[in-house]
C-alpha cells in the first residue's frame, strides 16, 4: 500500500487519523498544508515526517517562498524528532547548493528507505524463533513510508519464518497501537494489544522475551526520545532481565549531548481527556499531554541502525 507519493508539487499521504476505520488520502498542494499535516498527525513517524519535511521544503522553493523561513517553520511543526530537522537542513544545504528541490527530497526518501530495510534486517536477526516481542507505539512501514525500523523488524523476522508472538501497547493517549495491529493484521502476525499498565505484570510473568521500540531523537550519550511510556518500559526491562532494543534510522542522531537538553513536544489536553474524540471526564478537568518521554541510555541494551547493533552509544555514528 502506498503511504507516501509526490506528483507535480502535491505530496500524497495516506491519512493515518483516519485508519484502521477507512483508507483514505490526504493531498497537501503547499508548504503549509504539508505542515499541517505533519502537525496534526495525518503522517506521524520520524522516518515518515522527515521524507514529508523534505518534500515541503521542495514545495516552498517550488512555490516562490523563502526556504530558510519555511524550513523553520516546518521543524516546527514536530520539534522533538530530530529526523524532520535533519531532513530540512539536508535541503536546505542541496538547495544552497543549486541542486534541484524534488530531486533533492526523492534522493532523502530513498535513502531513508534504504536505512530502514537495512535495520530491519539487523533488528530481526535480534528476534530468536518463537520469542514474544513488546513494541510500543507504531513503528512499522506506516511511520517510515516503507519497511519501518522496531515493527519493521518484527515484520522481517516473521518473513525469515521465525514466527514472533507479538504484544502490542495500546500507547494512550492515541492509540497507536491500533495501527500496529493493523500492520499486522495486513502481515498475518499473531499478536495481542495490551493497555500500557499491563506490561509489568507481563514482564513479571515471564510472557515477554525482548522489547524492541523505536526513536524520535537519540542523544550522544545514549539517551533517546520515544513516545511517552518508553521510559517505563525500559526501567521494567531493567529490573526483569529483559533485553531492551531501540532501533532507528542514524539520521536519528542528534547533536544533543544528553537526554535533559531535549525540547519535549506537549500537544493538545484534548488526546487525554476525550479518547476517540468523546469526552470521558469533567469538562473542569485538565490534563498534561507530553507526547514523548526520554529514556536513559544506560537502560538500553543495544541500539540497531542500518549500519549494525551497537551497545554504545558513540559508536552510532
Not at 121 to 142: D, E, F, M, Q
Not at 202 to 228: P, Q, S, T
Not at 246 to 251: D, H, R, T, Y
Amino acid at each position: 500500500m502506498e503511504i507516501i507519493s509526490f506528483s507535480n508539487g502535491i505530496l500524497k499521504l495516506l491519512d493515518q487519523r483516519k485508519l484502521p476505520f477507512a483508507t483514505e488520502y490526504l493531498l497537501c498542494r503547499n508548504y503549509q498544508e504539508t505542515i499541517a499535516a505533519i502537525k496534526n498527525m495525518a503522517v506521524r513517524g520520524a522516518p515518515a515526517i522527515s521524507i514529508a519535511g523534505a518534500y515541503a521544503v521542495a514545495q516552498a522553493a517550488e512555490g516562490g517562498y523563502d526556504t530558510g523561513r519555511a524550513g523553520e517553520e516546518i521543524i516546527s511543526a514536530r520539534p522533538t524528532a530530530v529526523d524532520l530537522a535533519n531532513a530540512v537542513n539536508f535541503m536546505l544545504s542541496g538547495i544552497s547548493e543549486e541542486k534541484e528541490p524534488e530531486a533533492l527530497a526523492r534522493e532523502w526518501e530513498q535513502t531513508v528507505y534504504e536505512n530502514c530495510k537495512s535495520l530491519c534486517r539487523h533488528g530481526a536477526a535480534l528476534i530468536k524463533p518463537r520469542s514474544t516481542v513488546l513494541t510500543h507505539c507504531n513503528t512499522g512501514p506506516l511511520a517510515a513510508g516503507k519497511y519501518g525500523t522496531a515493527l519493521g523488524a518484527i515484520i522481517q523476522a516473521h518473513k525469515e519464518g521465525k514466527n514472533p508472538f507479538v504484544l502490542v501497547d495500546e500507547t494512550r493517549p492515541r492509540f497507536q497501537g491500533a495501527l500496529t495491529s493493523w500492520e499486522l493484521l495486513q502481515e498475518g502476525i499473531p499478536h495481542k494489544v495490551i493497555v500500557d499498565s499491563a506490561a509489568a505484570s507481563l514482564m513479571g510473568g515471564g510472557e515477554v522475551n525482548l522489547i524492541m521500540v523505536g526513536a524520535d531523537r537519540i542523544c550522544k550519550n545514549g539517551d533517546f526520545a520515544n513516545k511517552i511510556g518508553t521510559y517505563s518500559l525500559a526501567i521494567l526491562a531493567k529490573h526483569h532481565g529483559i533485553p531492551f532494543y531501540v532501533l532507528a534510522p542514524s539520521s536519528t542522531l542528534s547533536s544533543v549531548e544528553k537526554g535533559e537538553n531535549i525540547i519535549i513536544e506537549q500537544r493538545d489536553e484534548r488526546e487525554v481527556l476525550e479518547p476517540m474524540g468523546k469526552s470521558a471526564y469533567n469538562e473542569k478537568t485538565r490534563a498534561l499531554n507530553y507526547a514523548f518521554d526520554v529514556t536513559p541510555g544506560e537502560l538500553v541494551t543495544a541500539f540497531v541502525t542500518e549500519k549494525g547493533v551497537f551497545e554504545k552509544p558513540h559508536k552510532l555514528e
